[in-house]
């Protein structure tokens, strides 16, 4: 009777395991269905952000700050117009930004950086602004080199209209205001008369 009662309770115990096992990977199992599932939503959501105007900066300084133009021009949609106000034109599309590029980035040390101070994007992630100025790796900041980078995007995150406004080196604020200003108005006012006549 009491070889019995333990063959009975030994086989009670081994059914209650296979049970348990059971149990352990069907919760195994389904942990792990959920971390798939989590991971499928995650890519998802991933896959399915677009690119901001903002993030298109950022992404294009790192490039540049690699002196990477081939990926820095990724980010420049084909038929872009990018302006630098130092320069006299615009550059019409991404090959003459791309050439831009790299005849600054011979010109340029390689241990120079551009580091971003504050960015702002619109709500809708198509248009954005940078302030941003140049520093060594070293961490000295390189004097007149401050800028801001104003840029709107396509629906792929990719810039279409950049404007950069680098600070001049010579500050000739004084004379625009006294002498420049009141010349290109005086201009202006005459032509304008010309054309009512």
């Not at 090959?95 to 831009?100: I, K, L, P, S, T």
């Not at 792929?156 to 205001?177: A, H, Q, W």
Request: with cysteine; aromatic share 8%.
């Amino acid at each position: 009777q009491l070889s019995r009662s333990l063959a009975l309770a030994t086989m009670a115990f081994v059914v209650a395991g296979l049970h348990v096992g059971q149990g352990h990977q069907a919760f195994r199992d389904t942990r792990a269905a959920s971390r798939c599932s989590r991971r499928s939503r995650v890519k998802m959501e991933v896959e399915s952000t677009t690119r901001t105007a903002a993030g298109a900066i950022t992404e294009y300084f790192a490039a540049w700050n690699r002196r990477d133009i081939d990926s820095a021009v990724q980010f420049i949609a084909e038929d872009a117009v990018y302006e630098d106000s130092l320069f006299p034109k615009p550059l019409m599309g991404r090959e003459e930004v791309r050439a831009h590029f790299q005849v600054v980035a011979k010109a340029m040390p390689d241990d120079i950086v551009f580091v971003t101070d504050l960015m702002i994007g619109a709500a809708d992630g198509k248009s954005a602004a940078a302030k941003w100025h140049l520093e060594l790796q070293s961490g000295s900041m390189i004097p007149f080199s401050r800028g801001v980078t104003i840029v709107e995007s396509d629906a792929n995150g990719n810039i279409v209209t950049g404007f950069d406004i680098p600070e001049p080196s010579l500050k000739i604020g004084g004379i625009m205001v006294r002498f420049f200003f009141p010349v290109i108005f005086t201009l202006l006012r005459l032509k304008e008369r010309a054309t009512t006549k």
